[in-house]
């Protein structure tokens, strides 16, 4: 399985999953419907700083696991991009829920990130030795694969978050009718159809 926004290292190996990049991932995959329930309910300057808390947890994580190598692991490495797209995916719900992101924008948003989460829980299937278990599947310990971003998925990430943030701050600082915002939705637009035309599978027997 290959898609243009993370390439995978194989590997095999047992290692300890509860490091603190990883605490930090889980933390942010559950401020993520605390973000979403915010936004709907409207309150937005609330939302704004617990959305700036999600953004703090990410560059912690990524920060000390360059820095500490025995807080590095196979499962960070999936986990990191999984808890990205979890929150990205909710704020774009929720933000569109709130009339401040366009649908068709959220559509193809989502639509690219449910099926490059699916891939990963894939790679990790066909990446498990055989005999392959429910509990082999969903242990942490056992690390098969590591996911490696390129370049082009952390601009991506980046520009879905700048959006995502310029439109959460819009009600708080009085422009959500602004062209430059609707400007920013148009370039999501295109660099989500552009990179959703990239996504490339092969079939499993290629592993």
């Known amino acids: 399985m290959v898609f ?23 933390t942010r995959i559950g401020l993520a419907p605390v973000l979403g329930y915010l936004i709907i309910e409207e309150d937005f ?3 704004l700083g617990v959305f700036a808390l999600a953004g703090l947890t990410d560059l912690l994580d990524g920060f000390i696991a360059r820095n500490w190598a025995n807080q590095k692991s196979a499962l960070g490495s999936a986990l990191d991009p999984l808890a990205d797209k979890i929150l990205i995916s909710i704020l774009y719900i929720s933000l569109t829920y709130a009339d401040l992101i366009p649908v068709p924008l959220t559509y193809l948003i989502i639509s690219r990130d449910v099926m490059l989460i699916a ?15 429910l509990a082999k599947y969903f242990n942490p310990c056992y690390a098969t694969a590591r996911l490696k971003p390129t370049f ?3 601009v991506n990430t980046a520009v879905q978050l700048i959006l995502v943030a310029a439109s959460l ?3 708080v600082f009085n422009y959500a009718d602004s062209i430059y915002l609707q400007m920013l939705c148009l370039e999501n637009v295109s660099d989500a159809n552009f990179q959703s035309s990239k996504c490339a599978y092969v079939s499993a027997h290629s592993f």
């Open 4 to 26: 243009h926004l993370h390439f995978i290292v194989f590997v095999f190996q047992y290692e300890n999953p509860w490091t603190i990049p990883n605490m930090l991932s889980m």
């Open 45 to 47: 300057n609330i939302a």
């Open 119 to 133: 891939a990963v829980f894939y790679v990790r299937y066909r990446t498990l030795p055989t005999p392959r278990t």
């Open 152 to 154: 082009i998925s952390k």
């Open 169 to 171: 701050a819009a009600p």
